[in-house]
């Protein structure tokens, strides 16, 4: 049986129902907002330091953590190694194996992976533990085969980032080394992946932004994004489908572009693009608004709709899915999602350290917290 939780940094739940004067609380936690009037500074500017978003001066960014540090404050999305850290929780042990990362391709600094990979390789590496990289080439997915760098002997445990082959997933599972799988094939294709899974919340801001287009008058809501491309993607699209349905929308599925260019393995963007201005131009009406997949395809459909003549927010809104930091660099600055990086890389340690030292856990799907950011995108 697996055990699906929650992580979220905004919430502190005490399991000692006798304590209600200490510190840990929930009734006398340390808040965002009593960091920031300790320091005189603005709530967005403490949330900037902890969550590690935005552009901040180092000094600030210090200055902030030293006081929430001081303070009690827990739910910190990245922290160097102290009394609540990892290594604290942990036994700490020197040259125990190594941890091979399995990617498909290349991982620039805009995918949310990028500095949530860097997190968990500080903290392994400072627990003692080694760290490899290894590129799963398409030909090494065809044969169900590892690649030629990996070292089977030395790895103790695998985390697999854009792994969403569901084979090649099972091969891996049978390797009776513990794997984490940082998002996943399809849930479904067959039996389940016997592996820990993390994912984001990739459902909860999608509902509150359905509901709130909705209040605005935006009745007619599109979906972008290859449905069946990775699990999140799946359960972004069904969010979607099912926020229409509790909103009393309708659902229009003319309005839902799941797919990608046929006939090509390996589509490029531009493919991408080419099968969206097809399919936009068969529209005979643009929906009010288009929640896309994540950020990179919301660029590729502001992109196309550009090329047809189409103006973003005045002819339709568009929402990503991520907050990367190209989202806000665009023009329109893009309404979107914020992915914690730095919480889903701490919560990727512990998940595969204690299935390292506990192999006989259930296996356990996590979900940790992400964020509604409202841009220009959408008339914000």
């Known amino acids: ?20 004067n200490n510190t840990n609380s929930s009734t006398n936690r340390v808040t ?17 330091a902890i969550n590690n978003t935005g552009v901040l001066a180092d000094s600030t960014r210090e200055k902030v953590l030293k006081k929430a540090a001081e303070m009690g404050y827990k739910q910190f ?20 194996g ?13 995918h949310f992976a990028s500095i949530m990979l860097d997190k968990f390789q500080k903290e392994t590496s400072q627990l ?25 002997e030395k790895t103790i445990g695998i985390i697999c980032c854009e792994m969403f082959n569901y084979p090649y997933g099972q091969m891996l599972c049978s390797l009776g080394i513990p794997v984490l799988f940082v998002d996943s094939p399809v849930i479904g294709q067959g ?34 994004g290859e449905s069946m491309h990775c699990q999140s993607f799946y359960e972004r699209f069904m969010a979607c489908r099912n926020a229409l349905y509790m909103n009393k929308l309708p659902f229009m599925e003319e309005y839902f572009l799941l797919e990608n260019k046929a006939g090509i393995k390996k589509p490029s963007s531009q493919d991408y693009q080419d099968y969206l201005c097809e399919h936009l131009q068969s529209l005979k009406h643009l929906p009010d608004v288009f929640i896309c997949a994540n950020d990179f395809i919301a660029m590729d459909v502001l992109t196309a709709l550009h090329s047809l003549g189409y ?36 919560t990727a340690v512990q998940l595969l350290l ?8 259930n296996y356990r799907t996590v979900y940790t917290e992400t964020n509604l950011i409202y841009r220009e995108s959408t008339g914000d």
């Not at 290894?134 to 169900?144: F, G």
């Not at 973003?312 to 914690?340: E, N």
């Not at 204690?354 to 856990?361: M, T, W, Y």
């Open 32 to 48: 965002i907002q009593d960091i920031a009037d300790a320091l005189g500074i603005s709530r967005n500017t403490v949330s900037k």
């Open 191 to 224: 039996s389940p992946l016997k592996a820990d899974r993390l994912y984001m919340d990739n459902q909860t801001e999608i509902f509150s932004f359905v509901r709130e287009m909705a209040d605005r008058g935006k009745k007619n809501i599109g979906f972008i």
């Open 98 to 110: 190594e941890i091979a990362l399995l990617i498909t391709g290349f991982i620039g600094d805009s």
């Open 1 to 20: 049986m697996e055990n699906t939780n929650y992580t979220n940094n905004n919430t502190n739940i005490n399991t000692n129902n006798n304590t209600m």
């Open 128 to 152: 003692g533990y080694g760290f490899s990289m290894h590129r799963v080439l398409e030909k090494d997915i065809d044969a169900l085969s590892l690649p030629l760098s990996f070292d089977r």
């Open 77 to 96: 999305s990245y922290l160097n190694i102290s009394e609540n850290s990892i290594e604290a929780r942990l036994p700490l042990s020197k040259n125990s």
């Open 311 to 346: 103006d973003v927010p005045k002819d339709t809104f568009l929402c990503g899915f991520d907050d990367s930091p190209d989202s806000k660099l665009i023009r329109p600055a893009l309404t979107t999602i914020h992915i914690h990086s730095q919480i889903m890389g701490i």
């Open 354 to 361: 204690s299935r390292i030292k506990e192999p006989s856990l």
